[in-house]
C-alpha cells in the first residue's frame, strides 16, 4: 500500500520504464481537514517501485502555476506515455476557477527526458468543444468537466488517441456522461473529436479516469463514478457506485456503458489496471475511497489481480473480511 501520513493520497496513474514503475498520483495535505477540500489543493507527487507494492516516494511531479493560467487552481490526474524520440509526456488536467465556485476543466501537457524533472508546455490547452460537449454554460452539472486524459498509442500505429471524461450537451444531467475524444499524430498536437460513446439510460453523470485495454482477450473500458453521479436507474438499485468495467469491441469502442457492471464498490475508486511485468499478469490498482467507518481514506491499494470471466471484470480486492466477490460482497477467504 501507499499511504503518507500527512496528505490523502487519491487519483493516480503509472508509467513503466522498464526497471521501475513510477506512481503519479494527487495529493494534498490533511491540515485541510475536510477532504472534500483537497481537490482545490491538488499537486503531483511521484514515487517508484520494483514490484507494485514497496514505493518510494521522489520529487513531486508538477504543481499550479500562477494566476492567470489554465492550471492556476490545481493539477489534476493524468497518464505518461513516451515518444519515440524517447521524451516522456505527462497529460494533465488543468482546474481554474469560475463564477460562484465552479471550476472549468482543460487539459495540457508537460514532457521530461527521464520521468523525474518535469516542464509544461506552452501549448493551448485542450478545452471542450461546445458542438460536442456541454460548457459550463449550459447549467446541467457542478463543473466544466473535460479531464483524466488518457493517452495510447492507436492499434495500428499512425496516431495517438485520448480519453476523456467529458459530458454530452444533451440528455438527462446524470446520464450524460461520456466518453471524450482527441486524437493526434506526434503528442503536441491534438485535435478534438466527437464522443466515442452516448448518454445512457443506465449511464452515468461522468465517467471518470477511464481507461481501455484488452484483458482475457476482451476489450474492457474502465472508469469510476460514485452512486450520486449515476443515473436515476443505477441509484435505483441501491448501487454505492465504485469501479465500473464496460465490455468494448475494440480499444476504440464502442463502449457499451448499458451494459457496464461494478467491479468494486466505493470502498474502492480510480482503478487503473497495469499489466505486472514478474508475471505478465493484468492487476488493479485503486485509492482506498470509503473506510468502514464511511470517512474518506486516501491511499493507494497493492495489486489486486484481475480476469474476465466471459461476462465481467472481476478482481480479487482484500476487505477487512477477505476479498470481494463478483458482486462486490466479502467472501472469506480462511485467513
Request: proline share 7%; with cysteine.
Amino acid at each position: 500500500m501507499f499511504a503518507l501520513p500527512d496528505s490523502w493520497v487519491w487519483d493516480f496513474w503509472f508509467a513503466d520504464d522498464g526497471e521501475q514503475y513510477h506512481l503519479f498520483f494527487l495529493y494534498a495535505s490533511r491540515a485541510l481537514h475536510d477532504p472534500e477540500a483537497r481537490h482545490y489543493r491538488a499537486s503531483i507527487g511521484h514515487a517508484v517501485s520494483a514490484d507494485l507494492t514497496h514505493w518510494t516516494r521522489v520529487q513531486d511531479a508538477l504543481v499550479r502555476a500562477d494566476v492567470p493560467a489554465f492550471d492556476d487552481l490545481a493539477t489534476w490526474t493524468g497518464s505518461v506515455v513516451r515518444h519515440p524520440d524517447g521524451t516522456w509526456f505527462l497529460f494533465y488536467t488543468g482546474s481554474t476557477r469560475a463564477p460562484e465556485g465552479k471550476n472549468i476543466q482543460r487539459i495540457g501537457y508537460a514532457t521530461s527526458p527521464d520521468l523525474m524533472t518535469w516542464h509544461k508546455s506552452d501549448t493551448p490547452p485542450l478545452g471542450a468543444d461546445p458542438r460536442w460537449y456541454e460548457t459550463l454554460q449550459q447549467g446541467q452539472w457542478h463543473d466544466e468537466a473535460f479531464r483524466d486524459p488518457w493517452v495510447f498509442p492507436d492499434p495500428a500505429g499512425r496516431s495517438w488517441h485520448m480519453l476523456i471524461t467529458a459530458r454530452a450537451t444533451h440528455g438527462p444531467a446524470f446520464e450524460r456522461g461520456v466518453v471524450g475524444h482527441a486524437v493526434s499524430t506526434d503528442l503536441r498536437h491534438w485535435e478534438v473529436r466527437p464522443p466515442l460513446s452516448a448518454p445512457a439510460v443506465r449511464g452515468f453523470g461522468q465517467l471518470e479516469v477511464t481507461q481501455t485495454e484488452i484483458v482475457d482477450g476482451q476489450a474492457v473500458l474502465l472508469f469510476s463514478c460514485l452512486a450520486e453521479h449515476a443515473s436515476q436507474q443505477r441509484r435505483a438499485t441501491g448501487t454505492r457506485g465504485g469501479i465500473w468495467a464496460a465490455p468494448a469491441q475494440s480499444l476504440l469502442g464502442p463502449y457499451d456503458i448499458d451494459a457496464a457492471e461494478q467491479v468494486t464498490d466505493d470502498r474502492f475508486y480510480s482503478g487503473k489496471l497495469i499489466r505486472r511485468r514478474a508475471d505478465e499478469r493484468w492487476i488493479l490498482m485503486a485509492f482506498h475511497h470509503t473506510g468502514p467507518d464511511g470517512a474518506f481514506v486516501g491511499s493507494i491499494s497493492d495489486p489486486m489481480p484481475v480476469a474476465w470471466d466471459g461476462r465481467r471484470l472481476t478482481v480479487d480486492a482484500p476487505t477487512p473480511t477477505g476479498v470481494l466477490s463478483a458482486d462486490c460482497t466479502p467472501v472469506a477467504t480462511g485467513a
